[in-house]
């Protein structure tokens, strides 16, 4: 969404989507690709929602991603009875951030836990194959990978997990946004451009760039020749 220019998960547009999806399509040599479905695109009528996770898969994806709610399990069921394999997103969910009251970690009391155990039952029984949990507590998400029946992914959610996800601009260093607490970073590719475009500004604005000798100059004797001919 930062690419885009959103501010927020929400404003995504489904089109936008299915654009950043072709490219990873062409460029990417992973084996199962899976595609988020924005806000609004698997919650309007069932009938829409497995039509928009239709040409999800049409265009080569492997599966979509929902972030659920108790309202959109019919959906889901739907989807996933048209041949359209769902991973569920619990925990923290950005596209839902203003109704869920913000980004805070999810699941740290026992009450919040159960709630969020009863929607990925819900889902599961609706046909998700698989569960991430973003930023939600590490006993809740142990317990799951436990006692659930799917696969279960964490993003920043504890080690007890069948795969453990990370996004990639937060991994390098690169985000738009700010980068969510204890969200471990492997790079400052962001300080790294900050620093680059910096020194440009500061050269072509000081007159040292560009540097005379990687110019490209005419050969000798044809700067007089060039003179006559546009004369």
Known sequence: MGLMGHKSMATVDFEEQLYMLEGVLRGASSPFIICNMPNTTASISIEESVRNAARVVKLGADGVHIEPSMGTIEHMRAIVAAGV?????????????????????????????????????????AGIFAALFEHTSVELTKWCYENLPVAVASLGSGPHAHGIFHVSSDIIGCSVFPIPPKREVFGDVMGEMRKAYTEYFNRATGGQFPNPELSHNMHDGEMEKFTKLMN
């Open 85 to 125: 394999p769902i991973v569920g997103h619990f925990g923290v969910q950005g596209e839902r951030a203003v109704m869920n009251s913000g980004h805070a970690p999810a699941g740290r009391t026992a009450e919040d836990a159960a709630k969020i155990v009863e929607l990925v039952r819900a889902s599961i029984d």
